[in-house]
Structure formats: C-alpha cells, structure tokens
C-alpha cells in the first residue's frame, strides 16, 4: 500500500514546497523604511514608533534618513528601501521635470492608505512683523491686524524666509500656497533652504525672520515654536478655500490651548492647511511586511492628535498611487484571525497557506481515486506473477526436455517463496489455491520421478 500511496504523497509534497516558494509566507527578519529629514515627523516621532510596532514579531526596522517625499519614491523605486512615507505633493511639483517622470515610473509602487494630516506651519518672528508694520506705516495696517501679526501672505514678500530645502514635498507645497494665495515665488524672499531644525534655531535667534514646514503639532519643534513669546503662528483665515483650489490641501483647525492650557496657548482657535502622508510600498516588499506594516499604522495613527478625531486614520484612500492589495484586505477584513491565537508567523503562514493546501487537495483526491483499484490489482499481482513461474514449470515437466529432479527443486523453491507472501483476508482464497496448485504440479513431478525410476526397479 506505501508503495501506491508514496507517488500521491511525492506529488503533494512537490506541489506544497512549490506552492510555499511561489506564496513565501515567511517574511524577512529586516525592513528598511525610508523616513525623511532627521527633524521631521516621520524619522523623528513615526519612525520609531513603527520600529517598536514591528520588533514585537521579531522585525528590525532600519530608518533611512533622506531629503524628502521625492528621494524617498526615489529610493522605493530603485529597490534601496522596502517601505517609504510620502507627503503629498503640490500640483505643479507633479509636473516638474524632476518628479514627474518618478510618478510615471511608479507602476510598481502602492500605498497602504492615508495616515495622517500634517499642517502647514509658517512661524514668524514678532519683531519682523513689527518692523514691517512701521516700515508701512501704523496707518495701513489691515483692519483688526495687530502690529506684531500678519494676516496676508503678501505681506512676506522681501523677507527672510527659510522655504526648505530641494526636493521635500513642504517647500513644494508652501510655494503652491504662496502662488495661489499672494502671487509670490522663491525669488520673492530672500530665501533660504534649510531643514526644519536648523531653520528653527536660525528663526529663534533672529537669523531669518520665517520659516514653512509641514509636520503634525506634536513635533518637539512645533511646540516649542507655538509657545515662545518671540514667534507668531501665521493662520489661514481662508483654510477652505484653499482645501477646495488645491485638492492636495485640507482645512484643519488647531484647537485653543491645545499647546499649553494653563497658558491658554494658542489663545483661541487657529484655521491651519494641512497635506496628507501616507505610506508607499514596492511590489517587491514581501505580503506579510506590507501586513505588518498596515496593523502597525492602524495601531499608531488611530488616536487622536491635535488636528485629527479617534480612528480618523488610517484611511483606505490614496491620492497619487493605488491602494495596495494587502492593505485593502486588511482594511476590509482586519488582521488574520488566528493571529489572536498565535504567534504571527505561524498565523501569517496558515492564513496564506490553507488555500493552496486547499487546491493542492483538490487536484490530488481525484488522482487518489485510482487507489483502491491499483492496490487490489497489485495484491492480485502478487498471486498471478507466480502463475506463470509454476506453468513454466509444468510446461517443461510435460515437454520432457528437463530432467524432474531439476524440475522439484526449482518448485520448492517457488513453493518455499509463496509462503512468505503477505496477503489481506479478503484475498487469501487466491493465495491458497496457488498453494494447491503447486501441490497438483509437485504430485505431477513425483510421478514422473516414479515412472523414469520404475525401468530401473524392475531390472533389479
């Protein structure tokens, strides 16, 4: 029976390794996630928290610092990260010659949603604001303006002005807003292109006199700017509008005395624009990372910030890149059930393997139908095969060409043979009338030793 049943088990056994190389349920022990400027959001305060997340299941999380959303797809597209976050990019950044040939090229690059809201900050130095206010004249100061706020975009124009550096999707969208809102372009400033550290400290000792950056209020650096006496949080009176002419944007408000109750700061209520992030994988990036990736995002960015309300984020909803499989399957269905019950790569390996298990079954039970038959027709084999030993023999007892003699020993020697055969009860009927047959040809022999013996005996 194992010699019928081994070809089937051989061929299951072939078709499941086959199926775990083709599936390769076991991710690697390593991700590499691309964040962005060491002071932002992403490298400072998320990438750490996804390192956490993902070490609990035995993943080590490598950050890779780089300039921005552009050199993070960059780095995604050339195979040099598995994961990178993305900041949403302004239209006309879409259109460069620089990017849009990496959103063209990014077939193979999907995200796993929506994470965050990430205002757009402009602080402003109080005494710049004055400064320009006298240079104007008190008189002209717009209606309900106060001499050390600003309360139009144009009123920049000519300053110090830290716009950020090449290539990070702020300094693109603080340059969209500025366009859209006031008309202004780099060359309008006296611009500079920092990070957000530096061009925080060089704003805090006067060295410029603002600076824009995106980043979620609970940045270290954005609250220490919101609650310095010395700065002044430009707002966006007309948030919405500019969430309706720019669909990259959204209206947020900052809350009052968000930043610091006792100090009632900020004083009341600030509309603010904010862009998106969202996190980019590679076709590449094995399944059970992207998973992983995905119940880590759900697990950090459910709570509620500032800016954003409990379970807001993640969201299933992409802007420049498709949503990808995994995560739409993990949005829709949650993380795999078993994973309650076991450790992670034991419920990652069932989930992702009892369908091909399945199949794999499929295509073999109707192969394994021919079983029965085959075994009863090699047990059957095992009785008929010495048929045609034990005609042989008596094919030569009758032709006479071989002696009898010759003739009982190799029939003993079957006979000897048959009686170590293993036979099922059900067909031992067969194997006893092979027996019986044997005698028949050994009485036939015994015979013909009589009668070629019997010349003999009469001369004696």
Known sequence: MVGIIGPYAALGVILLGFVFWMIDPIPPRHLRLATGSTSGSYHEIFGPRYQEQLKHVGIEVELIPSKGAIENLR?????QVDAAFFSTLSPTAKESPEVKPLLTASKEVTSLGTLLVQPLWIFYRADAARRYHHNLGLHQLHQGNHPDTLKDLRDFKGWRFNIGHMGGASREILLEVFKMGAGLKASDFQASAEEYGPAAAYLLAGQVDAIGFTAIPELPLVQHLLTDPNIRLFE???????????????????????ADLHGDIPSHDIPLIATTGSLLVHDDTHPALQVLLAQAAQHIHSPPSWVQQRNEFPKAETDDFPLDSEAAQFYRNG??????????WAANLIDRMWLAVLSIVIIVMPLMRGIPPIYVLQVRWRIFRWYRKLQTIDDELVSGKTPPDELMQRLNALDARVAMIEMPSWNSAALYALRAHIALVQKNIQASQAQAQAPALAQA
């Open 75 to 79: 780095l995604l597209q050339t195979h």
């Open 335 to 344: 993380p795999p059930r078993l994973q309650h019950l076991l450790p992670f």
């Open 236 to 258: 966006f009176s007309q948030a919405s509008a500019y969430a309706r002419q720019i669909p990259q944007l959204r209206a947020v408000m900052l809350p009052r005395g968000i």
